[in-house]
C-alpha cells in the first residue's frame, strides 16, 4: 500500500520560513516524478513545485518561483519543499502527490494517483 505522509506546516509569520516534508513508502516514484499543491479554503487545488525524480529536474509555479526549492532525498524515498520569505497569500492545505507516469502534464493535479493527508501551512501578516 503506497503512503504520502506529509510533515513540517505551522504557523509563520509573514517573511519567514518552513520547510515540508513528504515521505513515500509502499513504492518508489524513480520512473516519475513528485509534485507540492496547495488548495486554500474555497479555492482549487493549484500546483505549487515537481520535481522529477531521475534527474532532478525542477518546476514551480510563477507565484512561488526565486521563493521556494523542491528537492528530494533518494535513500530516504523523500521530497521536501523549502519556503522562504512566506506571504499570507502562501497559507493553505500543502499536499504532496506522487506519479510514475512522465507523460502527464506536471502541474495538473489529476496527473498524481498517490497523495499525502496534507499539512496546514499559516502565514500571519
Known amino acids: 500500500q503506497v503512503q504520502l505522509v506529509e510533515s513540517g506546516g505551522g504557523l509563520v509569520q509573514a517573511g519567514g520560513s518552513l520547510r515540508l516534508s513528504c515521505a513515500a513508502s509502499?513504492?518508489?516514484?524513480?520512473?516519475?516524478?513528485m509534485g507540492w499543491f496547495r488548495q486554500a479554503p474555497g479555492k482549487e487545488r493549484e500546483f505549487v513545485a515537481s520535481?522529477?525524480?531521475?534527474?532532478?529536474?525542477?518546476s514551480y509555479a510563477n507565484s512561488v518561483r526565486g521563493r521556494f526549492t523542491v528537492s528530494r532525498d533518494n535513500a530516504k524515498i523523500a521530497v521536501y519543499l523549502q519556503m522562504n520569505s512566506l506571504k499570507p497569500e502562501d497559507t493553505a492545505v500543502y499536499y504532496c502527490?506522487?506519479?510514475?507516469?512522465?507523460?502527464?502534464?506536471?502541474?495538473?493535479?489529476?496527473?498524481?494517483?498517490?497523495w499525502g493527508q496534507g499539512t496546514q501551512v499559516t502565514v500571519s501578516s
Open positions: 520535481i522529477r525524480w531521475s534527474d532532478g529536474w525542477t
Open positions: 502527490g506522487g506519479s510514475n507516469n512522465l507523460f502527464r502534464r506536471y502541474s495538473s493535479s489529476t496527473s498524481y494517483d498517490y
Open positions: 509502499g513504492r518508489t516514484f524513480s520512473s516519475g516524478r
